[in-house]
């Protein structure tokens, strides 16, 4: 029993440590324009944009993970490798961030950027699909699970249509990728931790 | 309750590893100098300078965030989404650091720091509004709380003093920046863990 | 005996801190092209796959470590030490990962590349060794054990061979990497936290 | 009483994220050779030599300071700025580790990293004086105590030397402090863990 608490505490220490890994590492990328002047930032913007919407995704992909970890009790193999997948994903970000900032948003780099997102929710999915399916039904009521999912659902389809959009209309492409990460930030809904 | 216990531990652990990367990325700064001289050393102060100051910031930010968790039983989404912004803020830092050095505190660098220290004394005022707002009355004398506040004001006011007067003294204005920092460095006054 | 607590507490902390930084670091390295094309991502499949294969290695390797801290109760020196000689080994894996994608698989870095698995595999035999010794024969089923320990040696095998085939035949080599690092990730085995 | 504990366990976190990634960032400068042959590994011996040291080093530091924090039961704000400061000295280390690396030990960075590794062990002493005064006297017998204080003044003795001889003989001074840092490795003495 002990170890068992050993287990899903080192797979939320170690989660942890991955994500505040990610979402600094990706600061390193600003790097300080040559000239002290402000016109010498302005063509930093692409980077900051896409820096901002990342450390976003990152910091609402970090609450899920947590809000689904305390419905973990006991980790199974599998869900410590869909961990790891999903981990992975997430470990994506930077790269594409760092390509879409470089080309100022051009359409494949935003396509590549959209599809870690849809990498990172199918990731994200089997992960809520194996935790939840531990948490007994009482715990988390049937409507804030039901609401959950559906916005789950809302984001994915937003993700994959930002994909397809991307090789045409790259700046629409990465509006719907905003759209997608600012639904997850209404406090109200469950999921973001609202069930805290 | 088990779980509320685990939202709080996990966004303490989360934090410190953001804190600790931040720390610690700013030496990758320090680049060795080529020639193997103290007179090469030389033109590393301005760096050396900015990182010293940025360096005691984030630990001064550090303290303040944990003494802050201390008294937080409940982290509502709201103040987790306020301490993701706060350390979004933090991780400007690296970035403003590297400028100000790079250009050996040129006017519109320093004027950044500043702005990227207002920036985080910002969210802190408000995490410190949401997470006192919690604590009973009784936990931290009147005298402690109302000193604390203080300082967080008169630090606030250091640091837009010194944005403002950055354009035209980018020397005085930094010489402000350090003020603030010395400030918080008092260990008989609250707020700097004295309260530990 | 709650100082003795600290010590493994500490001991696991600060290893999944060194296990996140290292896995996320490598990412580094995928460095974004300089064209917004597809084209411009093909010739990245080097770094792409030298890159999962490391992070699936230091997934195991995460794996096995928290799977045989849960039976320490008292870490000796001699386990600490055995521990950095683990942490280090694991640290140069993005050194050779980097080398092996610039040099698109070249006899000599595959060679450098199996060559440090077969160092990490040394280290944690040493370390599985001093963990289990302190195990008490029950809590681990005899078969479990057995079953670990010939896995182990198959993967030793394997990173070995893969070392002495590199400098004639360097993709047979990564090939028989790949194999010893699928060979982990069946869950119906013991040794992958299949008995967590 | 709860809060008193949430000091110390942040304390210890936030320190083992930042050994963590100051352990790890080092890992970044063993830069791949540009060509695939073992002939193109032999130039990195210098920066494999430090990295070595270095490395045993901050393992060494990290021991001692949790070894230390055993014993601490009420962080004092002075004994956090202590630690900040440790930890600032630590975070020096990579620096000059690359400066002896490039330089292939010149004079001027081996007197640099000799003096780092001064700074490190004045502030760990001031630690060690702090942290201590807390403890029971019967908590660490008398003779464990002085053993390892008498150890602790020969190192700080060894690297004062070797920052001196330096200048002169700069591999001479290498070899100090790799004897003092090999001193530390001796299981049996208390001080590297053997009270755990």
């Known amino acids: ?5 050993a287990t899903i505490e080192r797979l939320a220490a170690f989660s942890d440590g991955v994500f505040a890994v990610i979402i600094t590492i990706m600061v390193l990328d600003l790097r300080p324009p040559e000239h002290p002047t402000f016109a010498a930032l302005l063509p930093l913007w692409p980077t900051a944009l896409s820096y901002v919407v990342s450390y976003t995704f990152v910091a609402i992909v970090w609450l899920n993970h947590h809000h689904l970890l305390r419905f973990t009790e006991y980790p199974t193999p599998r869900l410590i490798w869909i961990n790891f997948a999903h981990l992975f994903a ?3 970000v930077p790269f594409t961030t760092a390509w879409v900032a470089d080309t100022r948003l051009a359409a494949v780099p935003v396509f590549a950027y ?27 009521p049937h409507r804030a699970r039901k609401l959950a999912k559906q916005r789950s659902f809302l984001a994915f389809g937003l993700f994959v249509t930002a994909m397809l959009v991307s090789l ?14 600012l639904l997850y930030l209404q406090p109200e809904l469950p999921g973001t931790g609202g069930l805290a």
């Open 90 to 92: 997430v470990s994506l």
């Open 168 to 181: 045409w209309f790259p700046w629409c492409a990465f509006g719907l990728v905003c759209c997608a990460v």
């Open 114 to 140: 959209a599809a870690v997102f849809v990498f990172v929710e199918l990731a994200y999915l089997q992960f809520e699909h194996h935790a939840l399916a531990q948490a007994e039904a009482q715990e988390i």
């Open 1 to 5: 029993m002990p170890q068992r608490r």
